[in-house]
């Protein structure tokens, strides 16, 4: 995206952001006889007609592997596909092509980190740091390394309003940390977290820091040259690319150190019996064929969010998630998980003693769609002892209307159960 973008006055940027609705054909069908209120997009957001048709333009006329065929349609895929590597890049401010490994998302980033930065430098005494927040994510292959290593995870605390416990992760970021693990923006609560100052600190006692930026993407701008990260971990799918792609960040020294995570074509230079050399960075981290459809999708989509303004995204999603959350307040009997000072627009919540699963079932009766469950987070749902809340998380395209639409289904359930 262009990293020049001009910031709109707010009414101007609502009135553009409305307008942009139109372009995800998703949004535009009945569910249950319903119009479709889509409310699910921290599990996935749709997919705009500029990803949609980049996909179907590609696979049409420009499909073939990638980095091995001097054929045309071959060159054709690579330009595609390494374009979308130059995209991510200025996408998130990283300073060098190098440093942006494509992966399948968050999840194959976190652990390709955990298995090739952390688990030869970590053993038994040493420490893997991460937060309650934590999606699972960002929590099991920490786990597993410890179990590799022998090295112990430790996890800083939050408050009632899901809010990282600051005093104690830095009285928690002692010298035998060989990694602290850290979400952007969590995803059953909608915290950020502040990231730039938990850098700073971990940086100034030489902890390396991996930041989980899968919820941070689609809302803000991100910079990784500003965060002073070590690596930072996001995925197309949550950003309005397709599934199944997704970005490690890693700062180039520190990839250059690090031994391939997975062998095979494309990640080497050389291979003899005796002897194989790596290829350069980042290709060492890629083996095999990519998802090369989805990483050209990836890059419309980027485009695409350039367009609209990281920016304009920001201020129009912050005042949508300031009237869900005055709606949902008014409903008797609500009672809202993840209240912090710093949110993105997610909101957890139950409603009187409903199960959240039943209240999703009803809900989706009326066309609206939220995740119901733990959200692949149970240490949040643990923290506040409960087995689960309904998320409602907004997207850009989310509009009033459809805050409406779920305080009336929530409304219809709450009389069915009287
Ligand atoms: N980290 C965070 C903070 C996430 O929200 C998710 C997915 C992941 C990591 C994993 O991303 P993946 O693309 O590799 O699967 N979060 C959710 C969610 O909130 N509901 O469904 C998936």
């Not at 001009?6 to 119009?35: M, S, T």
């Not at 479709?36 to 949609?52: E, M, R, T, W």
């Not at 048709?53 to 590609?58: P, Q």
């Not at 002897?275 to 998802?291: C, D, I, R, S, V």
Request: one cysteine or more; glycine letters at 8%; charged letters at 20%.
């Amino acid at each position: 995206m262009s990293r020049a973008e001009v910031q709109l006055p707010v009414a101007d940027a609502a009135a553009k952001i409305a307008e942009r609705r139109a372009d995800f054909p998703a949004l535009h069908q009945e569910v249950n006889g319903c119009p479709l209120a889509y409310l699910d997009n921290a599990a996935s957001a749709q997919q705009p007609l500029a990803v949609i048709d980049t996909i179907a333009n590609y696979q049409r006329r420009d499909h073939a592997n990638v980095h091995r065929g001097v054929h045309t349609l071959s060159q054709r895929a690579t330009e595609a596909y390494e374009g979308s590597r130059d995209k991510l890049r200025d996408f998130i401010g990283a300073q060098s092509r190098s440093e942006i490994v494509l992966t399948s998302g968050t999840t194959e980033s976190i652990n390709l980190v955990a298995q090739s930065f952390v688990r030869p430098r970590a053993g038994a005494g040493d420490k893997i740091l991460i937060t309650y927040l934590e999606h699972h994510a960002n929590i099991v292959p920490w786990q597993i390394v410890c179990e590799q290593t022998g090295a112990e995870l430790t996890v800083a605390p939050i408050d009632d309003r899901g809010q990282v416990d600051l005093e104690r992760l830095y009285a928690m970021m002692t010298e035998d940390v060989r990694m602290l693990a850290v979400g952007h923006v969590s995803n059953a609560l909608g915290t950020i977290n502040p990231v730039e100052d938990i850098t700073a600190v971990a940086r100034d006692r030489d902890i390396p820091v991996l930041i989980d930026g899968a919820q941070a993407t689609p809302h803000m701008q991100v910079d990784v040259s500003d965060l002073g990260c070590d690596f930072y971990a996001f995925s197309g799918h949550k950003m309005f690319g397709p599934t199944g792609t997704g970005v490690l960040y890693g700062r180039e020294a520190l990839l250059e150190a690090m031994p391939p995570y997975q062998g095979g074509g494309d990640m080497i230079l050389e291979v003899r019996f005796d002897k194989t050399t790596y290829n350069e960075l980042p290709y060492k981290f890629e083996a095999g064929t990519p998802n090369i459809a989805g990483v050209v999708g990836l890059g419309a989509a980027v485009d695409y969010l350039g367009e609209v303004g990281m920016e304009n995204i920001g201020a129009y999603e912050q005042e949508l998630l300031a009237y869900m959350t005055r709606r949902l307040s008014e409903i008797d009997g609500i009672r809202l998980y993840g209240t912090a000072e710093r949110k993105a627009s997610v909101q957890s919540f139950l409603l009187d003693d409903i199960h959240p699963h039943d209240l999703g079932t009803i809900v989706d009766h009326k066309g609206v769609a939220v995740r119901s469950g733990h959200h692949c987070a149970m240490p949040v749902m643990q923290h506040f002892c409960i087995p689960g809340t309904l998320r409602a998380s907004l997207a850009f395209y989310n509009n009033h209307a459809d805050v409406d639409r779920l305080v009336e289904a929530l409304l219809a359930a709450k009389a069915l159960f009287a």
